[in-house]
């Protein structure tokens, strides 16, 4: 999935720098393989235009605080003020993407890194010169602002989003004073978050094994992931009581580390008068809660598809005695069935996989394949993993990947464009100010790619055993993307609730809490699965669970998929018009709250709907699998 980097709202204000000294340029380090990556040009002719342009913006930006206290003088002073700003945050986020990709092209040239965080000084400037602006506008009332939006179409037009959405805030902001404090603890209420990164990543260490081939491995993250899914049985096990010994050792430490996260969330919503944590980390959405509790309910319901999978994977894989926690990594079926995809065929099948999406969709993809905006192949010093960079609004999205020809890269090819393509349909039909959509409507545009390309494969594979691939990884992507999503979230409203009532935490408590969410999941009751504790601190290696009520947007966005592309699929007017919806859907940007945007879309978060979509999606590819495996 790898949204973290890719998604546009989080993405937008966290690049930007200056260029100190020559940027190194993609076509001077590979010649031979020019069109393997993205032109630049198309952001700034030379380094020196774009430094030129970065000091052009610092000195707009250091300007801004003039516009302090314009804003309610009348309807033009308020367009004035507020165009200025946008403006500045256009043409910062123009230098922000030049700089963050040439940084990820070799993230080895220090050059690159310092022009970075010379970009992330602009973005704190233009922060520290706006820092009046939601105050302000939240201090001018309703009325005034509903006159001046009626006086003013642009300022509707453009900011009317945004003036609505500052002003929500109003009955959770506080004194200046309070406010100033909020802004003082802020920084601490980061580190744990830092403390795990710094401690998971750098200082925990684990043994070495030897699995039954012989061969040694040291393990480590990396590691776990790739032995977790060997052949061998036993190797798995002996992956697992290893890795998960490791992080038991400091069950203590790192149940204290989260649980100073989940107290920083709580102090933080108490201090500006939300009634949970959950209401206020919904609340920058303005996503109603009822959204997420029904996506629990619904996931909950659907224990018994999940269920079947299991049952459904310990036949497949010969399991004779009780099917254990590290039964669920091996594919399903081998890899060898599929073909390969150079980048070349990734274009040719996506174009054809995504003919459901309609001409306008599809033109807007050959549009994207005709230019040079993908870095392409893996390199030594380019930055790992995948994302779609579409920051810059008056020049066009940029592609990272790191292709190697596997299923796996054709699927993250199919997603990005999905990412690209909606960002290509928004900054069409929206002003700057509500092009950037966010998380909770840009999965659905992504995953939706996904399933359609799953869908082609599985029609046009050569072989069963090509289908049966397919097939065996479309129904694990919803076991982890939608069930593993959705009991981190269901995990984490546990955890916040347990502080908000009053009551203690700790690393013993939190992994007593895991377990019995893995044995409900899984099925232990019903003898599907058995959950041995020695897993059940895998909570404290998840480091979403810092994310704040984050991960939940992964299970909905993939529910939405599934609900909007079995409708565009349906034959005639209806799935020409649930296709035009869909479309629309991505059209419209930001231009509205994303629950309101998916309404309109014909798609009612808090209901039922999506969530039994997605569950029916699953059973008829376990079908599938079912019927291939008969006609052995
Ligand atoms: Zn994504």
Redesign the pocket.
Known sequence: ???LQ??GRAFGLALLGLLAAPLLSAQASQPAAAAAQWDLTDLYPTPQAWRAELERVREAAARLSSYKGTLESSSTGMLRGLDAISRVRRDYLRVAVYASLNADTDIRVAANQESEQQTQSLGTLISEQTAWLAPEIISISGDTITAFVAAEPELGRRFGYFLDNTHRGAPHTLSLEAESLLAAAGNVLQQPGNLHNQFANAELKFPKITLSSGESVQLSAASYTKYRQVAQRADRKLVFDNFWAGWKNYEGTLGSMLTTQVMGDVFSARARRFDSALQSALFPDNMPVDVYRRLVSEANAALPTLHRYLKLRKRVLGISDDLQYYDNYPPLFPPAAAPAFDIDASKRITLEALKPLGEPYLAQLKRGFAGRWMSLYPAEGKRSGAYMNGSAYDVHPYVLLNHNNDFDSLSTFA?EWG?AVHSLLAHDAQPFETADYSTFI??SA?IGNEMLLEDYLVANAKSREEKLYYLGNAVESIRTTFFRQVMFGEFELAMHEVLEKGQPLSGQRLSEMYCGLLRRYYGEAEGVMKIDPAYCIEWAFIPHLYYNFYVYQYATSMAGAAYMTDQLQKPGATGVQARERFLNLLRAGGSDYPYELYRKAGLDMATAMPYQALIARMNRLMDQIEALMRQR
């Open positions: 999935m790898g949204c890719h998604c997603h990412h840009a999965e992504s």
